[in-house]
């Protein structure tokens, strides 16, 4: 009877469809039991980023438990139809990801830190995963998706895929209007399934071509 449970068990197994990875164990992980955190680390990992109480207030941060590092420097391009500038980058998601992808802050106190106790994150971040705090050489965002896509018009990028399209391939917008390019819109920070973090699998380039008619 255990014999034929287990078989069951394993057949659903195999049956059910394919589910998103979790962030436990993931490189967002920082807790020390399954995450990458030292012994005597902060045990707990929602909490490097989310706290329920007593976080920063700010639009773009779900109950954030961090401080904020702000771009300073943005991607100029070289034939952009998109409108961004400094303060549009920094109304993004942007300042979350540098509060530890600067390289500098990762160690920084948490604003709420957990009554569990225990250190912070002590490992430091690899070069690749160090992007400092200038994005001059990094993929824009900050701008609305939606007022530039597939148009022919002046300001309008015609090899640019209308916004449905682009959601339908599973990238994401974000702000009030729901069209505003975040670092989000082609990374989970929750989900490792698509290494490393990504939306969209890029095998063949298909993350890309999720909004690039190429
Ligand atoms: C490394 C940082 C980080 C960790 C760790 C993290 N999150 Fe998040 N989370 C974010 C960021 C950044 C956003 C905003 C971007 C977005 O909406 O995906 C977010 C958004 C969310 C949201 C609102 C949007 C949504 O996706 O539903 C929820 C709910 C959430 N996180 C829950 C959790 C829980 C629960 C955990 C722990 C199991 C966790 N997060 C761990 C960074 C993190
Ligand atoms: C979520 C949508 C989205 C995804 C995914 C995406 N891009 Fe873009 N990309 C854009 C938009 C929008 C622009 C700005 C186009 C404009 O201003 O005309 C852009 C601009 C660019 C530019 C032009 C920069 C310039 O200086 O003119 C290049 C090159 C580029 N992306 C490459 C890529 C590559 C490579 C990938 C995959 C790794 C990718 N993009 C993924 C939306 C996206
Ligand atoms: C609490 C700190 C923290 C925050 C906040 C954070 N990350 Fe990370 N992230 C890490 C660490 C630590 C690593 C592992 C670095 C290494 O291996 O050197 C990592 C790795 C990554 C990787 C590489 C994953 C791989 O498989 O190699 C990506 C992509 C990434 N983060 C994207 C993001 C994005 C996008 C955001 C914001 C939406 C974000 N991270 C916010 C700490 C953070
Ligand atoms: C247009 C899509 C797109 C946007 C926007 C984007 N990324 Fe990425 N990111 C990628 C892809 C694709 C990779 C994997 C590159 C590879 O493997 O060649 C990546 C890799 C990374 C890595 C791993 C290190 C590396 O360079 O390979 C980190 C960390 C990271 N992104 C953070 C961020 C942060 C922070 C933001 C926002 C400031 C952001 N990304 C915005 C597509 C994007």
């Known amino acids: 009877m255990r014999k034929y449970l287990l078989l069951v068990a394993a057949a659903l197994l195999l049956a059910a469809p394919a589910m998103g990875l979790t962030i436990q164990g993931s490189a967002h992980d920082l807790s020390n039991t399954t995450g990458g955190g030292a012994a005597g680390d902060i045990d707990e990992l929602c909490v490097y980023c989310h706290s329920p109480h007593g976080v920063t207030a700010s639009v773009s941060a779900p109950l954030w438990n961090r401080g904020m590092s702000n771009a300073t420097q943005i991607y100029s391009g070289v034939d952009i139809q998109a409108t961004y500038d400094l303060t549009s980058y920094n109304a993004t998601d942007a300042p979350l990801c540098l509060s530890c992808h600067d390289g500098a802050s990762i160690g920084g106190a948490l604003t709420n830190p957990p009554n569990s106790g225990g250190a912070l994150y002590s490992p430091a971040l690899g070069a690749d995963a160090d992007l400092g705090t200038n994005l001059s050489n990094d993929h824009p965002i900050g701008f609305d998706y939606a ?24 990238v994401q917008f974000f702000g009030a209007s729901s069209n505003i390019m975040w670092c989000s819109s082609c990374h989970d920070v929750h989900d490792p399934a698509n290494v490393p973090f990504l939306l969209v699998d890029n095998t063949s380039s298909n993350l890309c071509l999720a909004c690039h008619d190429k």
């Open 147 to 170: 007022a530039i896509d597939a148009g022919s018009g002046a300001g309008e990028d015609s090899e640019i895929k209308l916004i449905t399209d682009a959601t339908a391939a599973g």
